[in-house]
């Protein structure tokens, strides 16, 4: 009798492009089976859930090819109160502070991989927005030794992370904002308002299209500095 391959008999997993929550578990399905679901996740977006980002700024966006990202209800941002720590500023940051300002909130920790391949798209849109935009990053711990401010200090430095960061070690500052995952994004308007989301590893083509729309809506209204 053939023996069944060793791929077909394995175990399989397949999750979303989130480091983080929630994942199905396939155990003994025919690679087949696995690749089928895994194309139909990916073509298939259940309808009214993700909007271009056009329609949340006007102008031309992003690619078919790109991930979308998700307008939310305008909303009053939360603050960064629960945070135990702040590193690469030399004081806390309010969002006070960042009126006039369009802000991106990395909601990120040291150990995710897709975490860390999104870092260097967020300092090239430092460098390419460096009056308009403002990157704080939220580290919110998967692991229990993640909520170390040292080994967050560790990280930031073997990262070459340059923006500020707060160590959200008891996830408060995260769960106020929905994060399901790892890594996420929220975006907050020049007047202190939440108005965009991605859950999921972004593109620097799809966070380029949405900031250089934002810049342009907010200098049309003048609340951009």
């Known amino acids: ?42 073509l298939l977006v259940p309808s009214g859930l993700m ?35 702040w590193l690469n500023t030399s004081q806390p940051i309010t969002l006070e ?5 369009i802000v991106l909130l990395d909601f990120w920790t040291y150990c995710c991989i897709n975490c860390l391949q999104t870092l260097p798209d967020l300092k090239r849109l430092e460098q390419e927005f460096p009056d308009q935009l403002v990157v704080i990053g939220i580290h919110a711990p998967k692991f229990f030794g993640e909520r170390d401010t040292q080994n967050i200090r560790e990280a930031i430095m073997r990262h070459g992370i ?3 960061i707060l160590n959200d070690a008891n996830a408060i500052v995260a769960k106020r904002y929905g994060i399901p995952g790892w890594p996420a994004l929220r975006l907050i308007d020049p007047q202190g308002y939440l108005v965009a989301a991605h859950d999921g590893e972004a593109t620097f083509g799809m966070l380029k299209t949405l900031l250089r729309n934002a810049v342009a809506k907010y200098r049309r209204e003048g609340t951009l500095d």
């Open 162 to 164: 340059q923006h500020p």
């Open 51 to 85: 909007v271009p980002t056009q329609a949340i700024f006007g102008g031309p966006g992003v690619v078919a090819a790109e991930p979308t990202i998700r307008s939310v209800p305008r909303t009053r941002a939360h603050d960064f109160s629960g945070g135990i720590e």
């Open 1 to 42: 009798r053939r023996r069944p391959t060793s791929v077909s008999s394995a175990m399989f997993m397949l999750g979303r492009n989130i480091d983080g929550f929630s994942s199905v578990r396939l155990a003994g399905v025919g690679y087949r089976l696995v690749l089928t679901i895994a194309i139909g996740t990916l």
């Open 97 to 101: 502070q960042l009126r006039g300002k």
